[in-house]
């Protein structure tokens, strides 16, 4: 049987034993939890520098595109600013070559003839001047009377272009019908070359009075319509600037008291006097805006001075100036159809033939 000193010495031994192996187990972990955070640092250091790479990839990747937008920007800037400064130049050279235009414009009226000189933007250069209609009047008797009534002006200065207005179906710088000139011996009379040869043979152009005078009133968008209000009634219809083919409604019936001319001419108002005559006018609007669908209505001529009722919104009233101030828009490029840059397209001729 152990004895007591046995016994003590195993448990002694026993629990030494159980120490060495507590102190090793706490040992190792301790080395484990080393281990780990060892592991963990160098994981959080790597997620570290991965965080840092991709930051400063992404800041790379900013920048670039920062530089990239302003060297856009700054392209974008340089073209707008090239542009500008071509269109700047363009629009100088332009304004100068428009500002140094002499053009000789004459407006034949039934009842007037008048001229001035103007630039190319309509401006008059001196004064006007103006002679009464001879009646009736032949070819070459309106040819003589407006050479001689532009003569003062040719001495101020000599024309570069010529442009003219007449009361009648115009063509090809002929003109077709002169209703209220007072002749029948109109019919395909080149009046514009014919006046040409004795002002310098200068480059002219001839279209109907109301077209021309409706250039110089239009603004150059939608459907714009002209009633010029003279001897006779006078009609023009422009799309977005540019002159229609010419209807000659002035002698199309519109009552039991005639055509247009016959209904306001300037016959019809001193016949009925001015409110019947006023009245009638209003009528005629209400045709027109029917008939045309109109944006605008554009009424010139002498008579317009005379109008006493309170016109539309999308009416006007335009100086008698403009039959002379519109001769400049006859050398616009896209104003006449037959001025444009491709006359091949228009006469199908050559490669459109």
């Known amino acids: 049987m152990p004895t007591r000193k046995t016994k003590v ?4 031994t026993a629990a030494k034993k159980a120490a060495a192996r507590g102190a090793v187990k706490s040992a190792a972990k301790k080395v484990a939890a080393r281990k780990t955070a060892v592991k963990t640092a160098v994981t959080k250091k790597t997620v570290a520098k991965k965080a840092g790479a991709k930051k400063v990839a992404a800041k790379k990747v900013a920048a670039k595109k920062v530089t990239a937008k302003k060297v856009t920007a700054k392209r974008t800037v340089t073209a707008k600013q090239a542009s500008r400064q071509s269109s700047a130049v363009t629009s100088h050279i ?3 070559r428009e500002s140094s235009e002499r053009i000789l414009a004459i407006d034949v009226g039934g009842t007037g003839l008048k001229a001035a000189i103007i630039d190319g933007h309509g401006k008059m250069i001196g004064d006007r001047v103006r002679v009464a209609t001879p009646h009736p009047c032949t070819p070459q008797q309106m040819v003589d009377t407006l050479a001689t009534l532009v003569k003062p002006l040719l001495a101020q200065q000599h024309p570069t272009r010529m ?3 007449f009361p009648g179906v115009v063509r090809d710088n002929c003109v077709l019908t002169a209703p209220n000139i007072g ?13 040409a040869k004795r002002v310098g043979n200068v480059p002219v152009r001839m279209i109907n009075d109301a077209e021309m005078q409706g250039f110089a009133a239009i603004q150059g968008h939608g459907l714009e319509f002209v009633l010029t209000l003279g001897t006779g009634a006078g009609t023009a219809l422009f799309r977005d600037g540019e002159l229609m083919p010419h209807l000659e409604l002035a002698h199309h019936p519109v009552s039991k008291h005639g055509t247009y001319d016959e209904y306001v001419g300037a016959h019809a108002r001193e016949a009925v006097g001015d409110k019947r005559w006023n009245k009638r006018v209003e009528k005629i609007i209400g045709i027109l805006q029917r008939l045309v669908n109109y944006d605008r209505l554009w009424i010139g001529g002498g008579n317009a001075v005379n109008l006493t009722f ?5 009416v006007a009233v335009v100086s008698n100036a403009a039959g002379i101030e519109g001769g400049a828009k006859l050398w616009h490029p896209r104003s006449l159809r037959e001025t444009r840059q491709l006359p091949e397209a228009n006469q199908r001729t050559g490669k459109f033939g």
């Open 9 to 12: 010495a195993s448990s002694k």
């Open 163 to 165: 442009s003219i207005g």
């Open 94 to 96: 332009a304004a100068g």
């Open 183 to 195: 002749d029948e011996g109109w019919h395909g009379v080149p009046l514009a070359d014919m006046l």
């Open 310 to 314: 309170a016109l539309p919104g999308n």
